[in-house]
């Protein structure tokens, strides 16, 4: 299995951590302005894909020599250069897809890539978006979560309610219960193992993984 390690344009707010979540062969891809925050760790993506429009003619220069492919797309397209990017992964035969710097910034960007976890042509894919201690997923069936007691594990229900919920190894258990869309039942659940599962029957929930450890 080929894990990929994206970067997009968002906020690099702990660049320890982001170095801490790359691992030996990642196949590293930055989505257009991500590879400001590949040179800024000192790292060479193997893709650079997007427009383009937030990288300079030097920086872009220093890439090229550093061996980097750029996979270029016009401004005026209808996916986000993260799609693209995790488009790239898919096709380089990636089926655990990691993304960092994906969040903060503008709204519209951040809200849009937390909502790509939720593409049916990426149903095959693990995606997860992480952003400092937390990580976030989408479980369509069944998931085992690991992780500390203590973790904080929220759940939003998302294109919809999520229906025949069921909870164990947390403080708020539940059985084949309903989470509805727009409400706030799930969020602020904590894990009281160290590994906990969530099923569901019908619908798609919105994981938040926050490890008090990090």
């Known amino acids: 299995m080929t894990r990929a390690l994206l970067l997009a344009n968002g906020s690099l707010g702990d660049p320890e951590a982001a170095r801490a979540a790359i691992r030996p062969g990642d196949l590293l891809i930055a989505a257009d302005g991500g590879a400001h925050h590949a040179l800024a760790l000192g790292l060479t993506p193997r893709f650079v894909v997007g427009d383009l429009d937030s990288l300079s003619p030097a920086e872009r220069l220093t890439l090229e020599q550093a061996g980097t492919r750029f996979e270029i797309h016009p401004a005026h397209k209808d996916e986000t250069d993260l799609e693209l990017a995790i488009r790239v992964a898919w096709r380089e035969g990636a089926t655990e897809i990691v993304i960092l710097t994906a969040l903060g910034g503008r709204w519209d960007q951040s809200l849009a890539n937390v909502l790509l976890l939720t593409h049916p042509d990426f149903v095959a894919l693990d995606v997860r978006l992480v952003d400092g201690p937390d990580t976030l997923w989408v479980v369509r069936d069944r998931a085992v979560?690991?992780?500390?007691?203590?973790?904080?594990?929220?759940?939003?229900?998302?294109?919809?309610?999520?229906?025949?919920?069921?909870?164990?190894?947390?403080?708020?258990?539940?059985?084949?219960?309903?989470?509805?869309?727009?409400?706030?039942?799930?969020?602020?659940?904590?894990?009281?193992?160290?590994?906990?599962?969530?099923?569901?029957?019908?619908?798609?929930?919105?994981v938040v993984h926050t490890h008090h450890n990090v």
Do not use: M
């Open 145 to 206: 979560v690991r992780g500390s007691r203590g973790d904080t594990l929220s759940l939003l229900p998302l294109a919809g309610d999520a229906a025949g919920v069921t909870l164990t190894g947390l403080e708020y258990p539940l059985d084949n219960g309903t989470l509805r869309f727009g409400w706030t039942q799930g969020v602020s659940n904590v894990l009281v193992a160290d590994e906990a599962t969530i099923t569901v029957r019908r619908g798609i929930l919105l």
